[in-house]
């Protein structure tokens, strides 16, 4: 999980600067921005919030615009947000990537096309060495220029347990990887699994039913369901 990037002693000073702040708001803008500060780097939906302070929504919507303008808090794009309202997180904190998605998500969604893309950097590097690494694969795909946000093991693992759920590569010891057989047609023999967007998403691993990731408010998941 990832918090602020700044400094123990940064963060202490904004939170004194957040503090002496105080005073200017009013008990309903304080209410809601204790709620989204207590959430720290994962933040607080707007529905959570109307829960906890037990607020009418047309006041928590004034109050939100108040604290944002004051630049106490910030509204920020979640993997969930459109299916469960504004997510908002206090101004010193950075959101987390359980909240983000990570570094195969742009703005709230998943970036498909990055994805895809880097999967075939990794086969074809897979494929020229017959077998290889996790850290050998992370070394020479992993500074490519098709995402913005820099990989690390964890991300890179995430992408390649897709592919090996795709029928594209498989297993050759522990964090060790090669190219699946091809079939007459030179084609990968792909899973059912493939055609489906749970075959291509790598935060597969960290869905669950009733988690922040879930099928049941999974907007690419509904989208195959209705095709």
Same mark, same amino acid.
């Given at each position: 999980?990832?918090? =602020?990037?700044?400094?123990? =002693?940064? &963060?202490?000073?904004?939170?004194?600067?957040?503090?002496?702040?105080?005073?200017? %708001?009013?008990?309903? #803008?304080?209410?809601?921005?204790?709620?989204?500060?207590?959430?720290?780097?994962?933040?607080?939906?707007?529905? !959570?919030?109307?829960?906890?302070?037990? &607020?009418?929504?047309?006041?928590?919507?004034? =109050?939100?615009?108040?604290?944002? *303008?004051?630049? +106490?808090?910030?509204? $920020?794009?979640?993997?969930?947000?459109? !299916?469960?309202?504004?997510?908002?997180? !206090?101004?010193?904190?950075?959101?987390?990537?359980?909240?983000?998605? *990570?570094?195969?998500?742009?703005? *709230?969604?998943?970036?498909?096309? =990055? $994805?895809?893309?880097?999967?075939?950097?990794?086969?074809?590097?897979?494929? #020229?060495?017959?077998? @290889?690494?996790?850290?050998?694969? &992370?070394?020479?795909?992993?500074?490519?220029?098709?995402?913005?946000? +820099? %990989? /690390?093991?964890?991300?890179? +693992?995430?992408?390649? #347990?897709?592919? $090996?759920? /795709?029928?594209?590569?498989?297993? !050759?010891?522990?964090?060790?990887?090669?190219?699946?057989?091809?079939?007459?047609?030179?084609?990968? +023999?792909?899973?059912?699994?493939? $055609?489906?967007?749970?075959?291509?998403?790598?935060?597969?691993?960290?869905?669950?039913?009733?988690?922040?990731?879930?099928? @049941?408010?999974?907007?690419?998941?509904?989208?195959? &369901?209705?095709?």
């Amino acid at each position: 999980m990832r918090g =602020s990037s700044e400094g123990p =002693s940064a &963060l202490k000073r904004k939170r004194q600067d957040y503090n002496s702040q105080s005073d200017s %708001l009013t008990e309903h #803008e304080r209410r809601i921005y204790d709620a989204i500060l207590s959430k720290k780097d994962m933040g607080n939906y707007k529905q !959570a919030i109307k829960r906890e302070t037990n &607020l009418t929504m047309v006041l928590i919507n004034k =109050s939100l615009k108040t604290l944002e *303008g004051k630049k +106490k808090i910030k509204e $920020v794009k979640g993997i969930q947000s459109r !299916a469960r309202g504004g997510l908002y997180m !206090a101004a010193e904190f950075e959101p987390s990537n359980e909240i983000t998605g *990570g570094a195969w998500y742009e703005n *709230g969604n998943l970036n498909s096309e =990055s $994805v895809n893309d880097m999967k075939r950097k990794c086969v074809r590097f897979i494929k #020229e060495h017959e077998v @290889a690494t996790l850290k050998e694969i &992370l070394a020479e795909v992993g500074t490519t220029r098709i995402l913005d946000a +820099k %990989l /690390d093991p964890k991300d890179m +693992k995430e992408l390649l #347990e897709a592919l $090996v759920l /795709d029928n594209e590569v498989m297993k !050759a010891g522990e964090d060790s990887y090669k190219c699946c057989k091809r079939s007459s047609t030179g084609e990968p +023999k792909l899973a059912s699994m493939a $055609v489906i967007p749970c075959g291509v998403c790598p935060r597969k691993n960290h869905c669950t039913p009733d988690g922040i990731i879930s099928p @049941a408010i999974c907007e690419y998941f509904k989208k195959w &369901l209705d095709f």
